[in-house]
């Protein structure tokens, strides 16, 4: 019995337990993996780039819902007259006047025009730039702009052989271009500024009874509206 109460006051080695071992390894975040701040800031900035660019599509979208014409707006040129078309000494004297008549076939949608400018084109060189009053176009309305272009332009090379050419045919090539600013308008809301350019090509004839002058009137022409 006191053999065994010795043994009990004793001191006493239990089996060896090795510490426990701690894996995590220095500069590792549990938070963003191994990036650490960078990571995190990264991953931020992409949130915040999808974020702002599903907003915008979602902007987009409800700007197309709102402000699409339900018809496309038309542009036609008629009553188009070269009352003077004639090279003196390399230099183009001419005189075109025409109507451009805008019709805009919405019932519920107005239009600012806010700028517009019409050019006249012959063989890709300016005639002339005239501008033309501002205004608003109410629903399924239409518009007559009446322009005239009336000057002198040089020729040289390549553009006196295509006037040539277009003298003995009869019927000359004008391109009329209209740069535009435009604001649609649904009830009180407006749309931002849109930029389109409208291109007229245009066929003359000519009338030879005028001594061979340029003297004629074109069909009505359809204009293309371009965004």
């Not at 894996?23 to 938070?31: F, L, M």
């Not at 931020?44 to 402000?67: H, M, S």
């Not at 553009?159 to 003995?168: H, L, P």
């Not at 004008?174 to 435009?182: E, G, Q």
Request: aromatic letters at 10%; proline letters at 5%.
């Amino acid at each position: 019995m006191a053999d065994k109460q010795a043994h009990l006051n004793g001191a006493y080695y239990g089996p060896n337990i090795p510490p426990k071992t701690d894996y995590h390894r220095p500069g590792r975040r549990s938070g963003c993996g191994g990036g650490g701040c960078f990571c995190c800031l990264l991953k931020l900035i992409l949130k915040i780039v999808v974020t702002i660019v599903l907003i915008l599509g979602l902007a987009a979208l409800i700007f197309w819902l709102i402000f699409r014409p339900i018809n496309e707006i038309k542009f036609h040129a008629n009553d188009v007259s070269l009352t003077q078309f004639d090279l003196t000494n390399q230099s183009l004297n001419y005189k075109l006047a025409l109507n451009i008549a805008i019709r805009n076939p919405n019932k519920k949608i107005g239009v600012y025009y806010d700028r517009i400018e019409a050019r006249a084109y012959y063989e890709d060189q300016r005639l002339k730039s005239v501008p033309i009053t501002p205004f608003y176009q109410g629903h399924k309305n239409t518009t007559v702009l009446n322009v005239v272009f009336e000057g002198q332009q040089p020729l040289f090379g390549e553009g006196i052989q295509d006037f040539t050419k277009e003298k003995t045919s009869g019927i000359y090539s004008i391109d009329v271009k209209l740069y535009l600013r435009i604001r649609f308008k649904l009830g009180k809301v407006k749309s931002p500024r849109l930029k389109p350019r409208i291109d007229c090509e245009l066929k003359v004839p000519v009338n030879s009874s005028n001594g061979g002058g340029a003297s004629g009137a074109a069909d009505t022409t359809k204009c293309h509206f371009d965004l």
